[in-house]
């Protein structure tokens, strides 16, 4: 059994790696875009400059939550479980699926793989948030009569996604601005990411060849089997993490205004940590298609050019023929738009 003190100690050896390495970027830079993209979030390791600094600031947050996570006892009753306090090792609900049926492994695995979200005594909740008292848990999955939480969580994990990538895409010398990933309907057809690149970039728009190489990165995070990882924060220490940003500096206060108990939450997967609402899915490898499809120019602001990029996917759990992917395809490209609260789709040309 692991404990809290092996779980902090392996966070505290991971931000000491990042120390020492830093940025790691073994692949060769591609020329496509004229060579701006960097050609693959295979070759980073552990990011540079302020996504170092945000991963660093991050883990020693998780470190600390770890040590005051009570342990949990599950005990399993018909479709339910219930989870007792018991001493220091941290407890989740994917984790409870597999210490329940342990002795069944594969009914195990297949319960993890199946669950996307949990209700804890009623409440939304993420697979891998901690858990710190006794509890109800029910599982929730896209066979469900009513997937519509589960649908919603999985639009906003494969934008996160996105956002990852379009961190990591461009070479250093490019600036990258995440602003936010709306949150769309996933009858509107596409999930989002409003960025500002560089303003070198003003006049660049991403050709076809450009959006394959962004979802090829978005596929190499996926086969990563990442999971994505949900920690509440002081607003003050959510600032410190995205200090240079403003824009997520505006999310932080007004998340932090309209939580009760004035704490932030942020996510990560891999080495990426965002501000979001949530709930996100379990992990990365519950996506199957998945295509970065089209970037549109929205406005200009002070900050620069303000783009939207916009995706499609489908679950692992849903398959359908060429034929209907195309359509969906084609859909997403549209740009989505807000107008009152409802969400629209509007005849663009990628831009």
């Not at 990442?226 to 824009?247: C, D, G, M, R, W």
């Amino acid at each position: 059994m692991h404990n809290g003190r092996n779980l902090a100690t392996s966070y505290a050896r991971l931000r000491a790696c990042v120390r020492r390495h830093g940025r790691r970027a073994d692949g060769p830079c591609m020329s496509v875009g004229g060579g701006i993209l960097t050609g693959g979030v295979q070759g980073v390791v552990i990011p540079s400059g302020n996504g170092r600094r945000r991963l660093d600031l991050a883990l020693s947050v998780l470190c600390t939550s770890i040590r005051s996570i009570i342990d949990h006892l599950v005990d399993f009753t018909g479709s339910r479980i219930i989870a007792v306090a018991l001493a220091a090792f941290i407890a989740m609900p994917a984790r409870c699926v597999r210490r329940v049926l342990a002795p069944c492994v594969h009914m195990s695995e297949w319960c993890v793989k199946r669950s996307m979200l949990a209700l804890v005594d009623g409440e939304v909740w993420d697979m891998y948030k901690p858990l710190n008292k006794s509890c109800d848990i029910q599982f929730l999955t896209f066979k469900d009569e009513n997937p519509e939480e589960v649908n919603k969580a999985y639009w906003r994990s494969c934008a996160m996604i996105m956002g990852y990538v379009l961190q990591t895409a461009f070479k250093e010398e490019y600036n990258v601005e995440l602003i936010r990933a709306p949150e769309i309907p996933v009858i509107s057809g596409a999930f989002c990411y409003d960025v500002i690149l560089d303003g070198r970039l003003n006049d660049w728009t991403p050709s076809v060849e450009n959006l394959r190489s962004l979802s090829k990165d978005a596929h190499m995070l996926i086969h990563k089997d990442l999971p994505f990882e949900s920690l509440e924060v002081a607003p003050k220490v959510a600032v410190e993490i995205f200090q240079e940003n403003k824009h997520k500096l505006a999310a932080i206060e007004e998340q932090a205004s309209l939580n009760p108990n004035k704490l932030v939450k942020l996510y990560r997967i891999g080495d990426f940590v965002d501000v979001s609402n949530g709930p996100h899915v379990s992990r990365t490898s519950v996506c199957s298609q998945y295509e970065i499809t089209a970037a549109h120019n929205l406005k200009t602001t002070e900050s620069g050019l303000v783009r939207r990029f916009q995706g499609i996917s489908l679950p692992i759990h849903l398959k359908v023929l060429f034929s209907v992917w195309e359509r969906l395809r084609q859909r997403s490209q549209k740009l989505i738009t807000k107008d009152q609260g409802h969400t629209q789709t509007v005849e663009a040309r990628a831009s």
